[in-house]
């Protein structure tokens, strides 16, 4: 069964930081690459930042592009999204999934509000 445990939102001021987190299980993770997103209230999820099977290439939304850091470390089956210089436009619910094609399946999310 495949499951992703994504954490480490919270609230946090514009200019501050925080490092997210997502345990993914039920397939081999070190083949795959794997994708943050966000969803803010009233819109559609949208992609934030991929990196591939080995974690050697990543991409990046425009929006993020110099502030976020998406990595992945194959043994613990885990990816992560170091969000820097946060603004209030990245107030969202943030999830993970594999990459080109997600799995069915979606974790809770992790929360992110960025508010004075």
């Known amino acids: 069964q495949v499951q992703f445990v994504e954490s480490g939102g919270g609230l946090v001021q514009p200019g501050g930081s925080l490092r997210l987190s997502c345990v993914a299980s039920g397939f081999t993770f070190s083949i795959y690459s794997m994708i943050w997103y966000r969803q803010a209230p009233g819109k559609e999820r949208e992609l934030v930042a991929r990196?591939?099977?080995?974690?050697?290439?990543?991409t990046y939304a425009s929006s993020v592009q110099g502030r976020f850091t998406i990595s992945k470390d194959n043994a613990k089956n885990t990816v992560y999204l170091q969000m820097n210089s946060l603004k209030t436009e990245d107030t969202a619910v943030y999830y993970c999934?594999?990459?080109?094609?997600?799995?069915?399946?979606w974790g809770q999310g992790t929360r992110v509000t960025v508010s004075s």
């Open positions: 999934n594999v990459g080109p094609l997600s799995f069915p399946d």
């Open positions: 990196i591939s099977s080995g974690g050697l290439s990543t």
